[in-house]
């Protein structure tokens, strides 16, 4: 291992909280690595990317994407080291100074400190669970929508009944010339107005869920969902298909690297110290007594947590960064933004 393997900083995880954490770190003057399980940085935010996005401080309402689009941008601001589809499966202590992060690709990863920000862990997509195989999803099977325009004047069947069934059941019934809503409980998850919307606006079949597929060619052409109670079935003529049920994950991974945990999230301190000397958490995956589940949430925690590893590594460094107005680390890069 040469010296310049071994970051001051490795961030597991590239949502808001790592990335907002890789761009304060670099105000800290600290060598950055942030390691991203997925082939893209943004984390949660990809998987409603194209809902509107209001509650983030000074920020005008702006898509998902874009939003994703600043985070990084502003992550950048430092040169960070990004390292894409790489998943830290464990962690380990190797000396007094260094920690080593091993991955499931088989790369370790050497650093000073580390700040957990992993979320709910590299969330999967509940897929459609039948007997027989699935080949539709490139055709007409959704897990997301990304263009709802692509559901104009059709027919379409969408499963679940989170906020996001609910919520595409009512945009796309704006465009689509029908849709159908299956789940398999009477009541659904998701904000009443919305749901009494979607009655409204479609037609619910509760409680149902999909148990066949019938294809014409590649497509999915008929649906047949089965009553959970009587086992009736019902066919249904469909162009599209689209499944909404959740994500899964878990951070269990983590636990056994020795970090204590609390309901399946890692307990942090009021600053963001975990239970182990030089690891900090920011974001979703941790859990304090005042902790705030949102993207201000996860800056907030980002900035505590990287406060606390720059104290670790240097404890005489002060509290925090300097403010950035007047802060001679952006001098320079004050001249190269476009004045507004
Ligand atoms: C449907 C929905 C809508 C929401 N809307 C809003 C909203 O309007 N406003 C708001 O403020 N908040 C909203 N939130 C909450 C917001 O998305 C989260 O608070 C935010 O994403 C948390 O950021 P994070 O960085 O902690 O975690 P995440 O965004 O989950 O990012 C974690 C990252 O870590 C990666 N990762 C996980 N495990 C590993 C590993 N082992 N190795 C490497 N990488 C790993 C993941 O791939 C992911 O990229 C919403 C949440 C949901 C579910």
Redesign the pocket.
Known sequence: MNKEDIYDLTI????????YAAFYAGMRDMRVKI????DQ?????H??SE?T????GGLPPMKCSKLIEYLVQQANTFNPTVELN????RFARLDNEILALY?AEGDIHYTRTIIV???????EIQKLELQEPIQYEHVNLHYTVQNPEHFSGKRVLISGGG??AVDWAIELAKLARSVVVVHRKNEFRAMERNVSEMNNVTDVRTPYSITRLHNHGERIHQVVITHMESQDNVLLDVDEVVVSHGYK?NLS?LASCGLTMDDGMVLMSQHAQTNLQGIFA????ATHDSKV??????FNDAILAVNSAKKYLTPNAPMMAYVSSHNEIFREKNKQIPRF
């Open positions: 597991i995880g590239g949502g808001p909280a790592g990335l390691i991203e399980g997925k940085l943004g984390g949660f935010l998987t409603y809902k996005i209001w509650d983030v790489c998943k830290v499966d991955t920000a992993v979320g709910r862990g590299i969330a906020n996001s994950s991974n920011a974001g979703d995956c589940r949102l993207i201000a949430g996860a």
